[in-house]
């Protein structure tokens, strides 16, 4: 059943006066948790406090991987629960870890950020799982 909006919205096809893209609940509950994960607060200008206050962190070298991963859970978790209200018993888990990057040939290493929310779907009672990974110092998605 694909009765939610797609994100980004498009708006060429409604001015052509045709309908505009659909997603299926899991999907859509996917794209908001990546979007809630890859903003940080005060981003959204229209709710100042959507988004992931693990941000404010991004570049602070004296945080060991563990505290950083806390953190992370801590507000993923926080904002899972406010924002994603089609998801009941939330659980986030979170790996932090050195890893390599290939820019222009030349391999980086970078904090990379594993992460898995997982849940059950209110409507259904059916099970729910989203992973993501990305590098951070500045946010980077592979």
């Given at each position: ?26 999907e859509s509950i996917a794209r908001n948790l990546h979007l809630l994960i890859t903003t940080s607060l005060g981003e ?99």
């Amino acid at each position: 059943m694909s009765d939610y909006l797609k994100l980004p919205l498009r708006f060429s096809p409604f001015f052509e006066k045709r309908n505009l893209g659909t997603c299926s609940l899991k999907e859509s509950i996917a794209r908001n948790l990546h979007l809630l994960i890859t903003t940080s607060l005060g981003e959204n200008k229209q709710d100042l406090q959507y988004g992931a206050a693990f941000w404010d962190y991004d570049y602070d070298i004296h945080l060991s991987n563990d505290s950083r991963r806390e953190i992370i859970i801590q507000t993923i978790r926080k904002q899972v629960e406010r924002y994603e209200r089609r998801l009941s018993n939330i659980t986030v888990e979170v790996n932090v870890k050195q890893a390599e990057y290939v820019v222009n040939k030349n391999p980086q290493l970078r904090r990379r950020i594993e992460l898995v929310v997982t849940g059950y779907l209110i409507r259904t009672n059916e099970f729910f799982n989203f992973q993501t990974g990305f590098f951070i110092g500045p946010l980077l998605l592979d």
